[in-house]
């Protein structure tokens, strides 16, 4: 779909990247010409990544890290750009999320995914500006959200806020940082078959048929979905498009239900 050369010469940090649609983002991106370094608080999953994209030929490096903790962001963004030079691709996709009714959800359980999902997400882009600033591609913030965060979010509302709030941050940036040559924009996934999320949530549970009947496409999508759009957006293919939120989701977000 895209020439071998689309991100030639970029550098990528993603995080959450070592399983996932993170770790589809960072394989799609090596093999159309991009160097990525993986961010993640396991550092078993990073290695595995990291060897796996390696057989591959794969420029990559990991770094453990916290998106909550803001020292350990701004450390993993010099190390990029120390291991590689540069930084032009921005990906935020490290999250975290459970279900809970939100009558009895905890201050603690509210707190900790409101700092991965959003502070996480803030201090990697403020950890990036100046070298997404200095991009000789132009700099590219990518972060995955969910349509659930615009529509609402039954029994994840912590989540569905977080998502939300980084919606609303993203389109702030793309506005104020727009003249120092950085786009920025989200991507929002539906039900995505091949991960683990939605393998507990809905596979496990029996719940797999009722969800896919609520996309209008009536199927779960594929990491490689996201990794697609996250190419489009993150190359010169987009060079115009900032402030955006690409929904992916099989027309799920339209509640669809097939009869």
Known sequence: MFA???LAGRVAFITGGATGIGLEIATQYSRLGASVVLASRNQERLDAAVEALSKEGAKVAAYRMDVRNPEEVEAAIAFTLERFGALDILVNNAA???PCP???LSPNGWRT????DLNGTFYCCSAAYEALKASRFGGSIISIITMLG???WPNAAHAAAAKAGILS???TLAVEWGGDGIRVNTISPGPIGDTVGVQRMYEETGRAEVEKKRTALGRFGQCADIANAAIFLGSDLSG???????IVDGGRWLKYVAA
């Open 150 to 152: 615009v529509t609402g």
């Open 4 to 6: 071998p050369n689309t």
């Open 102 to 104: 939100t009558a009895t």
């Open 113 to 116: 995914v409101i700092d991965i």
């Open 169 to 171: 941050l993203s389109r």
């Open 240 to 246: 115009y498009v900032t402030g955006d939120n690409l």
């Open 96 to 98: 975290g999320n459970f």
